[in-house]
T-cell receptor, first 111, second 118 residues
Framework: SQQGEEDPQALSIQEGENATMNCSYK?????LQWYRQNSGRGLVHLIL?????REKHSGRLRVTLDTSKKSSSLLITASRAADTASYFC???????????FGSGTRLQVQP | DARVTQTPRHKVTEMGQEVTMRCQPILGHNTVFWYRQTMMQGLELLAYFRNRAPLDDSGMPKDRFSAEMPDATLATLKIQPSEPRDSAVYFCASGLVLAGGPNVDTQYFGPGTRLTVL
């Protein structure tokens, strides 16, 4: 399937450290998005990177995209306890008209 | 502060009962999505509407699930009859796709309906 796979499944770090999450997918995409989900809440859009882009920044977030390797990474710098959440990548690929979400990375930031 | 709203937030029902979940997309958005989230399956797309027309409901069990958009401000997801395996969190999301634009752009999620079927 096209479902993206995040790696690692779970990550625990100390406040102030950087967190890196990876996403791999299987077929060519139009764009790739990252979402955050706090426990018991809906998903919140973080950042979108198009297939012709290689890197994008938004505040403490940095996303890279390597279409040759079919992978993306999300870097959160100087993490905070409030960054504790699950992070999902989602791909818009081929003719599919909706996003396909990965299984997510659970990030725990220890204060 | 425009948001997607969903009702009810929680629903506990018995097997065999009908369940109706409602979603109000963000005003002006022309696409609506229904997702189901479980620990085992993750986030699955059930149905997708654009300009109130269903474009993709391949992820939805047709025999018991139905999704409609009676008007641009309301989307409904019905399960009849409900089964314990339908227990999950159901999310609605909306977005805006412009003519000539990409198929899918940012989606805005509602808070979800947590359904428990006993």
């Amino acid at each position: 399937s096209q479902q993206g796979e995040e790696d690692p499944q779970a990550l625990s770090i100390q406040e102030g450290e950087n967190a890196t999450m990876n996403c791999s997918y299987k077929t060519s995409i139009n764009n790739l998005q990252w979402y955050r989900q706090n426990s018991g809440r809906g998903l919140v859009h973080l950042i979108l990177i198009r297939s012709n882009e290689r890197e994008k920044h938004s505040g403490r977030l940095r996303v890279t995209l390597d279409t040759s390797k079919k992978s993306s990474s999300l870097l959160i710098t100087a993490s905070r306890a409030a960054d504790t959440a699950s992070y999902f990548c989602a791909t818009d690929w081929g003719g599919r008209r909706a996003l396909t979400f990965g299984s997510g990375t659970r990030l725990q930031v220890q204060p | 502060d425009a948001r997607v709203t969903q009702t009810p937030r929680h629903k506990v029902t018995e097997m065999g009962q009908e369940v109706t979940m409602r979603c109000q997309p963000i005003l002006g958005h022309n696409t609506v999505f229904w997702y189901r989230q479980t620990m085992m399956q993750g986030l699955e797309l059930l149905a997708y509407f654009r300009n109130r027309a269903p474009l993709d409901d391949s992820g939805m069990p047709k025999d018991r699930f139905s999704a409609e958009m009676p008007d641009a401000t309301l989307a409904t997801l019905k399960i009849q009859p409900s089964e314990p395996r339908d227990s999950a969190v159901y999310f609605c999301a909306s977005g805006l796709v412009l003519a000539g634009g990409p198929n899918v752009d940012t989606q805005y999620f509602g808070p979800g309906t947590r359904l428990t079927v006993l």
